[in-house]
């Protein structure tokens, strides 16, 4: 039986970034070229000859950034054959922009957990982060998990597909330094986090703890995101969330942020002051445990909340 169960909105998908990981003004790019044919746009808008003008690019990383872009909610699908804004692309880059070049630590922990908790299209992402137990690992301990995967739902994947999937995910958050100085010298997006080094060849280590760079806000987004999830397959309507749920289950935002139980512990504690009232901690006789206080929906506070992240 194999250990990896994704979530129904996940699409297994394990390839479509042509082994690019994905960097800075990549998701602005994208979103710019959707935006100029207004509510929605043709797939030509990557698959035309003058795409690589456009883009400033090669072939190859246009469909890399489409497929990012995609999986950071940046930019979705209309059907089988055009595009329209994402939610997250709106926030980014609409018309009150919060962050146009990627700059700020709550974009890139957003994005980290578009990708990692999320994770409706970067399948592997979402296995490295909540399903390798150890601290220290090699690729070849995912590698073991997806092909267990694979062989528990009957799913035919290429080995060599699945392995640079792997390779792409774990280069993402290492630095260039780390690796072979003869790469590409542009760093990806999410290599300032700090959550993987490298310790060795093919070794790597999670760091985990405070994660004193995540603002109370992403953790806040990250958490009502998740709950949506965990009550659609669980329990209509579900007015409490437990401490150990936050902090340990799987896409839960202790794991995919990597916090220890203290961190975890001590946003809840903000969590109301956080979200307005709309959420409340309890910590007492025994009981720890998130309620929900407020009316509005949780999509509605998760956008109110996510622009909030920008106002320092």
């Known amino acids: 039986m194999s250990l990896i169960r994704f979530p129904a909105d996940i699409e297994p998908l394990f390839s479509g ?8 003004l990549w998701l602005r790019k994208a979103f710019a070229q959707i935006d100029t044919y207004g509510e929605v746009a043709p797939k030509e808008v990557f698959s035309a000859e003058d795409a690589i003008e456009r883009f400033g690019v090669g072939k190859n990383m246009v469909s890399s950034i489409k497929h990012w872009a995609l999986a950071c909610d940046v930019i979705r699908k209309v059907g089988k054959d055009s595009f329209r804004r994402g939610e997250i692309g709106e926030v980014l880059f609409g018309k009150n922009p919060c962050d146009l070049y990627l700059e700020r630590d709550a974009t890139i922990w957003l994005v980290h957990w578009l990708l990692a908790g999320r994770a409706s299209r970067s399948a592997t992402w979402y296995v490295i982060f909540n399903f390798v137990q150890s601290q220290s690992f090699r690729s070849s301990d995912v590698l073991a998990l997806l092909d267990e995967y694979a062989m528990a739902n009957k799913a035919v994947r290429s080995g060599t597909t699945l392995s640079r999937d792997v390779e792409v ?3 993402s958050y290492t630095s260039v330094s780390q690796r072979n100085a003869t790469e590409d010298s542009a760093e990806p997006l999410l290599s300032d986090l700090g959550l993987l080094s490298m310790s060795g060849k093919d070794s790597y280590h999670f760091h985990r703890g405070d994660q004193y760079s995540l603002p109370d806000q992403i953790f806040a987004y ?24 936050i902090a340990h289950d799987y896409g839960s935002p202790g794991r995919v942020f990597k916090l220890d139980e203290d961190s975890v512990g001590d946003r809840l504690s903000r969590i109301a002051e956080i979200t307005s009232g709309y959420l ?13 206080m407020g009316s509005e929906s949780m999509k509605q506070k998760m956008n109110e909340i996510l622009r909030y992240a920008y106002v320092k």
């Open 17 to 24: 970034h042509e082994t690019f990981p994905l960097r800075q």
């Open 169 to 171: 995910c774990l280069r």
């Open 222 to 245: 990250a958490l009502l995101d998740y709950w949506c999830r965990w009550e659609s397959s669980s329990f209509a309507n579900q007015a409490t969330l437990s401490f150990n749920s």
């Open 280 to 292: 409340e901690w309890t910590d007492s006789s025994g009981i720890r445990q998130v309620s929900r």
